[in-house]
């Protein structure tokens, strides 16, 4: 019998492929972060900007990745933070995990929010990941889901739920990773959202940078042992050049740990069809009129 096919993508914002000079490029350096230098070394680039002029922004980037729509495009410039409400609408209304749960595949947003009410978001901070895991699954990992290993924080390792109630021990980003491949395990397709990358490359604080990618290098070090297809990417380029503090105009990396399935990606855009493409469903999430 052919073996079921169980994807587990991680989005990792603000991740760019930038210039092989360690003063500007912290990943550059491959001896201190050996894992991501293994990821980059063995990714393709992909257009983030999906052919709008201007620097790719979360809001229309993130929308590209898990719909399947050219969102800078359709709204005619890229947009950044939350989506606004077409996009969202966009978003509600074609996503891959709707897709996929419509042909009948399991489908996880493995982000644990501190939440007792899953089922609901304030709307001020619905991110795009939020935005189509609501609509598809009518709600977000929560407190419980957390505290059962059965969610990830999004700093790995739950320190910043001190000062929220979260009173139980700080987990490693190992652990984290466990926990994230064992729910990757238990379904076809599950996403992780890591977006500290971005906020310490706006920061500007060195310090902040290189801490936060030794976390995430890590989390990747148990990661490779998933025994499924792992895929890898981000919306825009951005921790890559310390010398500014905005998002840059960088390809960003796409990993598959078989990359034979992919040889025809060029944008972020293309993505969500080829993964649906893998699972056989064959009708395109979006045809624009």
Not at 21 to 34: G, V
Request: contains cysteine; glycine residues 8%; hydrophobic residues 40%.
């Amino acid at each position: 019998m052919k073996e079921r096919l169980k994807i587990l993508f991680v989005f990792i914002d603000g991740l760019g492929l930038g210039l092989n000079d360690p003063t500007i490029n912290p990943l550059a350096d491959k001896t201190r972060f050996p894992n991501l230098g293994k990821l980059l070394a063995q990714s393709i680039p992909l257009d983030a900007a999906c052919g709008v002029p201007g620097l790719p922004q979360s809001a229309t980037g993130q929308s590209a990745l898990l719909t399947g729509l050219n969102a800078p495009k359709l709204m005619g410039r890229h947009i950044e933070g939350f989506p606004p409400p077409r996009l969202k609408t966009l978003v509600q209304q074609h996503n891959i995990f709707s897709a996929l749960t419509a042909a009948g595949k399991s489908c996880a947003f493995a982000n644990a929010y501190w939440l007792d009410d899953i089922a609901h978001i304030p709307p001020r901070r619905e991110s795009v990941t939020t935005v189509a895991t609501l609509a598809a699954l009518g709600g977000v990992r929560g407190k419980a889901d957390l505290l059962a290993n059965q969610a990830v924080y999004h700093d790995l390792t739950r320190e910043k739920l001190r000062g929220r109630g979260y009173e139980d021990p700080l987990i490693t980003p190992e652990e984290a990773a466990e926990h994230l491949i064992g729910m990757a395990n238990d379904h076809d397709f599950t996403l992780f959202e890591f977006f500290e990358t971005d906020h310490a490359g706006h920061s500007g604080e060195r310090q902040k940078v290189f801490q936060t990618l030794e976390k995430l290098d890590r989390f990747f070090f148990v990661l490779w042992k998933f025994e499924g297809l792992l895929i890898v990417t981000s919306d825009h380029g951005n921790i890559e050049d310390l010398s500014v503090r905005t998002h840059t105009a960088n390809p960003v990396p796409f990993f598959a740990s078989d990359p034979e399935l992919f040889q025809t990606l060029e944008g972020i855009e293309q993505l969500a069809p080829s993964i649906l493409h893998l699972f056989s469903c064959a009708e395109p999430l979006f045809c624009p009129h």
